[in-house]
């Protein structure tokens, strides 16, 4: 018996997907998500030697493997300390079984980081571990070597900046810059080098950059030609990556719908070695990244932990002690976190995670639970056996009404180490699916009432926010009946095609061909207020500087320190303004509009890089500018409240020296329907409704479908 079959659906649709996507053979691709757990090292011919130390100054700004650009050393300068790289403490052998002991599948090594120098055998540049430093020797070619002689599995950090290039953008503050030509040459030719000379490269994780989407495209084809099941991580921008990497130190207490991996430094200050760094305890950061690692193993990712070696290539001992203390204790518990499925459940537990295999679930306690009791609920099983992995004795499971209850021993405590329980079914098990949602008459399912399943989305670094590629609903009747479903939408859906889940049976539809309907509103009661102007700030694509709920237009924005907002007198709806705009700056724009009933209304917002869009404090909608087009048009369906609502609206600029706007509501004030087979829900049975676009550019893209309303009707 299969554990939730919405689980087993997203597994397999995921695996296709990806596959088709990225030619990533489904074995291959399913190894690296069993994996789990991998090194991540950053190693360098001179910062590694600099280890956050310039001219006598521990340089605190930023992260130590970019001290070139952070304490402003001249570039020849910087060049000149290559010639004392002379490691004589590095041991790839030893590298390799540190990874092992401590657990690790994989090991993702730094080939090149933002100064540009080679730490492999390039013919490009003689800027090379080979022939600038007295080593002369391959380090690239070492550790790939020693990962093949342990059973390890390699993979190859690159960043797409290059501080050392000529012909390449020079450094900046944000380190998104822009790939010349030249440049995207230069990169495709060291990448041809790296996955042409050193065997299996399991990942290729790129770093930083602006790429435009040829770019991007052009550079993962030469991946995937020269090695079709090398992993290509998403910083390769424009939604190219066959997994998504998530921010650094990240961990999302969300559904992620494409492979992922979290990238994990000892500590947050930086990721190459830093002579100076304070430590805490090592019993402190055993728990603190040994947490991370079932958290992101609960939630079905990849953690990928990093070292920074020093200089003379031996390793830090406290993050070595560290790695080998996580180490010995997932001998204990492997079978909890290596090939493993993700939570099957969709609540969270205070007193832990958990992992899943086929009839077993693995309880990952982290805090002693209340009572010595954890209770899951709606858990259907015959019978249940529960147990401590390599723990003395089995303990007590009483199965209720939809639920399953383990008592543990006063003897059980995690003061000296995380425990995992298992739950054996020897039956097999069923939990209940995620979002069940009562039938009863008729019901809508939108934006509001899904469960989402989530990539990350961006042109670069700076772009990215969480886009949402699948939405889901289980449906619940109260009694059999049958009923005819529809799918409402906007001009803004219309002409996009949905794979579409009713029940048993997925279709394609196509959102088109429908006769439009009056907007059930009447416009010429709407009171419209000022338009209000705040910023530019700087700024991402996602998030806001502080709450756009219930907002004072006289007091100052975002903070006491802020300014008010700037009523623009002379702005009109229906007409287009710019706005001046640097990288990474944003605006916001308020209007009132007050009703005496409530009613919805159509809306279209021209916006340029990036947009996000509130009522009332709510978000509605979030889009960046996948083709950097001059200006882009949405339209969306606001629904408003009576009395007074608030619109406020976040521009983006990345790409452009300006910022187009314009709120617009005088637009036909219609929608369209289409009207479905009718289908048959029966009593106290899921039936599961979901949807997500056909054959979309790429995986991680946003369905974009915010006005989007799926009906059923009697």
């Known amino acids: ?65 970019q001290i070139q650009a952070h304490a402003g050393i001249y570039s020849d300068t910087y060049a000149d300390v290559a010639k004392t790289f002379n490691p004589a403490k590095w041991s790839p052998d030893s590298i390799a079984l540190l990874a092992k002991n401590a657990g690790m599948r994989s090991i993702v090594i730094t080939s090149k980081h933002h100064d540009g120098f080679a730490m492999f055998n390039t013919a490009t540049t003689g800027f090379n571990v080979v022939d600038a430093t007295p080593y002369h020797k391959d380090i690239l070619k070492e550790v790939a070597e020693a990962c093949a002689r342990h059973g390890l599995r390699f993979g190859i950090y690159f960043s797409l900046i290059d501080w050392h290039y000529p012909a390449a953008m020079p450094i900046s503050s944000h380190n998104s810059d822009s790939i010349t030509a030249q440049h995207h040459e230069y990169n495709k030719q060291q990448i041809t080098e790296l996955l042409s000379n050193y065997g299996p490269v399991s990942e290729l994780w790129f770093d930083m950059g602006s790429m435009s989407v040829e770019q991007s495209r052009d550079m993962r084809n030469l991946v995937h030609r020269l090695q079709p099941n090398c992993m290509i991580g998403s910083r390769i921008g424009n939604d190219m990556g066959d997994f998504m990497v998530m921010g ?25 070695y830093r002579s100076w760094q304070k430590r805490v305890s090592e019993e402190e950061k055993v728990k603190e990244k040994l947490t991370s690692l079932i958290r992101v193993a609960s939630r079905g990712g990849n953690f990928l932990l990093n070292i920074g070696p020093r200089g003379d290539g031996s390793v830090v001992e406290y993050e070595r002690d560290v790695l080998l203390k996580i180490g010995a204790w997932l001998q204990q518990n492997s079978e909890a976190v290596y090939d493993t499925r993700p939570d099957p459940f969709h609540v969270s537990f205070n007193w832990g995670s958990i992992t899943s295999q086929d009839n077993k ?65 020897p039956g ?31 042109i670069d670094y700076n772009t990215r926010y969480t886009s949402t590629i699948k939405q889901s609903y289980t449906l619940l009747a109260a009694k059999n009946n049958s009923y005819t479903p529809a799918l409402y939408y906007t001009e803004e859906e219309k002409g996009k095609s949905l794979e579409l889940e009713l029940g048993e049976h997925t279709e394609t539809i196509t959102l088109d061909n429908d006769a439009p309907l009056p907007l059930n509103n009447s416009t010429g009661t709407l009171q ?26 006289n ?40 009703t005496a009933a409530a009613q919805p209304l159509l809306v279209r917002i021209t916006s340029g890089d990036g947009l996000m869009v509130f009522l009332n404090g709510k978000q509605l909608f979030i889009q960046n500018n ?66 997500r676009l056909h054959q979309p550019f790429t995986p991680h893209q946003d369905m974009g479908l915010p006005n989007l309303v799926f009906k059923l009707e009697k």
Not at 440 to 458: E, P, Q, V
Request: no cysteine; net charge neutral; hydrophobic share 40%.
């Open 428 to 458: 097999g098990y069923t939990v209940p699916p995620a979002n069940i949602i009562p039938v009863d008459k008729s019901i809508a399912l939108n934006n509001d009432n899904a469960f989402k399943s989530f990539s990350n989305s961006g």
């Open 1 to 65: 018996m299969k554990n939730m079959f919405t689980r087993s659906l997203v597994l397999a649709s995921l695996l296709l997907t990806i596959s088709a996507y990225g030619q990533i053979d489904s074995a291959q691709l399913q190894q690296w998500r069993n994996q789990k757990y991998s090194m991540f090292i950053h190693f360098g011919a001179i910062y590694s030697q600099l280890g956050g130390v310039w001219d006598g100054r521990e340089i605190s700004k930023g992260l130590s493997e």
């Open 555 to 594: 007091a100052p924005w975002p903070k006491e320190n802020g300014n008010a907002w700037q009523q623009k007198q002379d702005w009109k709806t229906g007409a287009t303004y710019t706005l001046p705009a640097g990288l990474t700056t944003a605006y916001y724009v308020l209007q009132e509009i007050n």
């Open 248 to 272: 650094d130190n990240q961990e999302p207490d969300y559904t992620i719908g494409v492979p992922w991996q979290s990238p994990a430094s000892f500590f947050d200050e930086t990721w190459g």
């Open 361 to 425: 679930l693995y309880l990952h306690v982290m805090q002693q639970p209340e009572n010595n009791l954890i209770t899951l609920p709606g858990v259907k099983t015959k019978a249940v056996k529960a147990y401590e992995l390599n723990g003395a004795g089995n303990y007590t499971a009483t199965l209720a009404k939809e639920a399953v209850t383990i008592e543990l021993p006063a003897s059980f405590s995690v003061a000296d180490g995380y425990k995992v329980v298992v739950l054996d079914f």
């Open 528 to 553: 419209y207020g000022p338009l209000y102007l705040q910023g530019p700030l700087y700024s991402g694509l996602d998030g806001t500087h502080a709450s756009l709920s219930n907002i004072n237009v």
């Open 626 to 691: 996948p083709f950097k087009k001059e200006s882009v048009d949405h339209v969306l369906l606001l629904n408003l409240q009576a009395g007074n609502n608030q619109l406020a609206v976040k521009l983006f600029n990345n790409f452009h020296g300006q910022i187009p706007f314009a709120i617009d509501y005088n637009i036909p004030q219609h929608i369209y329907r289409k009207v479905l087979p009718v289908v048959q829900l029966q009593k106290n049975s899921y039936y599961p409704v979901s949807w």
